[in-house]
């Protein structure tokens, strides 16, 4: 396939007390046109610095590498020339859907702006608007599009969320931690919508997340990261069915099981191998866990 996005020894450093703090240190990353692509770790991997260095949005992060999307390095654009690739190009859903929108505007006037910023007559933006809205599942839409924010639940405002990001049609859609907030069956729901939503529109996704659980029904492909750094990468199932890394492991371990015993005490990835360290095979996780990661 075709790569869309590619990261290449993306590094990303930011301010601290004592010196520059490097937090992602050699980013190899590809998406194809079409693809899903997750990519996982624990809070502090470094996954959601990733997603925001893609899109250059920490305005104090010392960047480093190239970021090519369609063959153009998004490092070197500059800020106007950016600010045009973020909604057209690349959509982005954070985890909070009520922090992501403004309270005092409606939803429907949210929905519209990636539209009329780019010259959409408003009568066009909100017939799309509202026909997106209705198809990501909201009743009454039309009715509905000019209501705020705090009326709508979280799952409703999480839709709300992705209609913005979509609606200008990106190629590439990034979502971070879009389910982190929402109960089970909302959750399912949701990733059902983004899977649909990309099949239909050939669109490729980025997916952040630290819940394993969701990965393997909705990626082609699943991305490790530990300490800044991808530590191991493959098809869904090769790496569900044969880790190769030990913290990915360590991770896959941590998952609690519908069958599991019990009285099983939790695995924590906590002490996995170094993520610089070669994969070993035969190490079993539960020795990774213990503190004997090889």
């Known amino acids: ?30 998406v194809a046109q079409g693809e899903k692509v997750a990519l996982v770790g624990e809070s502090g991997s470094g996954k959601s610095v990733t997603a925001r260095a893609v899109l250059r949005l920490d305005r104090d992060a010392d960047l480093e590498g190239r970021v090519d999307l369609d063959g153009t390095d998004l490092l070197a654009l500059p800020d106007r020339a950016m600010r045009d690739v973020r909604g057209a ?30 010259g959409v007559r408003k009568k066009e933006a909100r017939r799309r608007g509202v026909e997106l809205l209705g198809r990501l599942g909201v009743r009454d839409a039309g009715r509905r599009f000019d209501d705020y924010p705090h009326q709508f639940s979280g799952g409703m405002r999480q839709r709300v969320v992705i209609a913005i990001a979509v609606i200008a049609e990106p190629a590439l859609l990034i979502a971070d931690e879009p389910t982190t907030a929402l109960d089970v069956r909302v959750q399912a729901q949701v990733l059902t919508l983004l899977r649909e939503l990309a099949a ?31 530590v191991e990468h493959g098809p869904v199932d090769d790496i569900y069915a044969r880790p190769q890394h030990p913290y990915t492991r360590g991770l896959l371990a941590s998952v609690p099981r519908i069958d599991d015993d019990p009285s099983r005490r939790l695995s924590t990835p906590d002490g996995a191998a170094d993520a610089d360290a070669p994969a070993d095979a035969d190490a079993p996780a539960t020795e990774v866990l213990e503190g004997g990661g090889r």
């Open 200 to 230: 239909e529109r050939s669109m490729s996704v980025l997916l952040i997340t630290h819940d394993l659980g969701i990965v393997a029904g909705f990626a082609d492909r699943v991305v490790v990261m530990r300490d800044g750094v991808p």
């Open 89 to 118: 190009r690349i959509g982005l859903v954070f985890q909070d859907p009520l922090a992501s929108l403004n309270p005092v505007m409606t939803i429907g006037w949210q929905i519209m702006q990636p539209l009329l910023i780019r």
């Open 1 to 30: 396939m075709t790569s869309l996005l590619e990261l290449r020894g993306l590094r990303a450093r930011f301010p601290g007390p004592d010196g520059p703090v490097e937090v992602l240190r050699g980013v190899d990353l590809d």
